[in-house]
């Protein structure tokens, strides 16, 4: 490992908004850098950094990334402590700053200074507080390009709101009012994250680099109207690498857990199913079902004859019905964590049912897996439509006035996907976009190539 660091060639620092969708890909991004000489320092919430259990992640091919966490002004509970989210994500912001600053200042005091902080677009405060201490800087987005056009556009006053029709932006097919991002279509709701979105572009004209976590082939037409305006550069997908190009050794998962996932226990009643033939359902880390959409995808999954694996939080867990377990018997299997990666990447499974989480989507799109879109909030009804209409690996389940996915178009829609008519172009879509994928991070590919040039440009 000394002559990994002697061979450092600069230090980052990078701030991750702290939740695992955020921390997942900018962590990656980190490995990435480290592979390439880099060293990283990692900044987390205290509060986050405590499930780490350790204040280094090795690298087998660079500096180990260094954990030197920032606070939230919720050290003891995080989010979950705070009254509201609008009381924790001011705290976040004026705690975040003033030790970010106190961070940047004692790393230099160590002698070990930072040259550039690398910062998620939720948390745009501290650009300013990177430009005060005269570093150089890049917003990390973890969300799409296209979903970037469309806010950026709101942000700056070109999108009447409330919507009164569709959405025309650049680099983007057009959207219909059910499409586009839920506060913009629900106009009113969730206030305080429709604040911090909108604040991904507040300050991003002084941002030395814009850095997105797709691959140039996802979104040509949306990265190139963005390259009009910043200094864009698609560095992903920052799925693991044994996933991908199998370049940085060990890399098999995201190293942050914040949630323990029971891995034997999925993987061993995967093993007993066979190929292709499981749901795997899942609605990411945040999103918040209602009882009725429980009790609809409930009868939908019992109904459609497929075997299926389903993450339910422990928080979630009470919206099942009450004998849904025993009344499935082996034809599935509940957990309250999974090892996403491991799971899409089983043999066994035939299909994804997901809430459209970004992250979650890029890993359908870097594993093959096809798609089976039920958005529920935020970014989720745009990724969605682009799984149907522009990757073309799936297909979104429509919902009634009230915004339910009913259980007969659940049971339709996976139907589709695993058997049906279209479900041989979505297969071969699928492979299709996981050579690509594959191919853009590998050596020399579009996305390998833009983080050489942002590594040479911090040496
Ligand atoms: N994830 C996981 N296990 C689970 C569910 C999700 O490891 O049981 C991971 C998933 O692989 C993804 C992240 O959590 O990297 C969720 O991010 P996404 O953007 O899909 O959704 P969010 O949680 O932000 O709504």
Redo the contacts with the bound molecule.
Sequence with gaps: MANVEQTQKAHVLVVPYP????I?PMLQFSKRLASKGIKTTLSPTIYLAKSMHSNTIPTHYGPPIQIRPISDGYDEGGFGQAESTGVYLDSLRDSGSRTLAELISKLNEEGDPVQAVIYDGFTSWALDVAKRAGLVTAIFF?QSCSINSVYYHVQRGLIQLPLSGTVSVPGVPELQPWEAPSYMHKYGSYPYWFDVIKSQFGNIDQADWVLCNIFYEMEKEAVDWMSELWKVRTIGPTVPSYYLDKRLENDKD?SM?L?Q?DIALCTNWLDTKPKGSVIYV??????ELTDEQFDELSQGLQECGQSFLW?VRQSEQSKLPKDFVTKTGDKGLV?S?????EVLAHVAIGCFL??C?????L?ALCLGVPVVGVPQWTDQPTNAKFVEDVWKIGLRVKVDEEGIARKEEVVECIREVMEGEKSVEIRKNADLWKKVAREAIDDGGSSDKNIDEFVASLV
């Design positions: 939740a695992q969708g955020h997942n973890t995201y857990q949630i996932p899942s609605f990411g880390s945040m999103a993450v957990v964590w999974s090892s996403q990666l997901t809430h989480g970004f992250n979650s989507v890993e």
